[in-house]
Structures are given as C-alpha cells and as structure tokens.
Nanobody, 125 residues
Framework: VQLQASGGGSVQAGGSLRLSCQASGRTISSYVMGWFRQAPGKEREFVSGDSWRVTSAYYADFVKGRFTISRDNAKNTVYLQMNSLKPEDTAVYYC???????????????????WGQGTLVTVSS
C-alpha cells in the first residue's frame, strides 16, 4: 500500500492541525493504521493507532485528550486531529499501515510495513 500524508504546517502553541493519510493500492479497512513522529535528533515514536475493529483507537500518553485518530474506509484515509498543540509536538509525522491483515494493536514500528513520506508539524511558543 502507498501512503500519502498531508496537513502539516506551522501553528502557535494551543492551535490545531488535522493530518490526513491517503492510502492507495490496497484497502486499509482490515489493517491497523498508525501515526508516528520523529523530532530532530530523536527516534521515531508512536503517537496513535486505530484498529480495524470498531472503536479501538489507542494513544501515547503524551497525546491523550489532545489528539484523535479516525479513519474513513470509504475514502481509504486515516486522519489525526491534533488540538492544544505544544512546542514539544514539533516533529515530522508519519502514517503507517501494519504488516498483518486483521493484526493486533501494536505500537512497534517493526510491525508496520508501509510508511508515508511524512509531514512536518512545527509548533511555536
């Protein structure tokens, strides 16, 4: 599957952005989808995931209550709504599709086989 992330930009602290991840080549309805981020000089880290099961979103502790993941299977697209952004949220954000059909929830980058190109989010104080 090919993934195309978009929606990044520059915002002030407290602002909001909505990231989109358009998939092509394969339907994503049967796969766990995830968002990760990588700040300069840091390792890529898990942000949020959405299971193929109904209402099975999960989040890293540092975004709980601020970010919301969702998907529109008809559009083969996953979204990440980011509210109350903080300067420490500044990073390149990547969407990813899990390797396994009907796979389990996972936060491990190794379990995701397809990655988008990343979209930069910059939050200023």
């Amino acid at each position: 599957v090919q993934l195309q992330a978009s929606g990044g930009g520059s915002v002030q602290a407290g602002g909001s952005l909505r990231l989109s991840c358009q998939a092509s080549g394969r339907t994503i309805s049967s796969y766990v989808m995830g968002w990760f981020r990588q700040a300069p000089g840091k390792e890529r880290e898990f942000v949020s995931g959405d299971s193929w099961r109904v209402t099975s979103a999960y989040y890293a502790d540092f975004v709980k209550g601020r970010f919301t993941i969702s998907r529109d299977n008809a559009k083969n697209t996953v979204y990440l709504q980011m509210n109350s952004l903080k300067p420490e949220d500044t990073a390149v954000y990547y969407c990813a599709a899990a390797r396994s059909l009907y796979g389990p929830l996972t936060r491990n980058t190794a379990d995701f086989g397809s990655w988008g190109q990343g979209t930069l989010v910059t939050v200023s104080s």
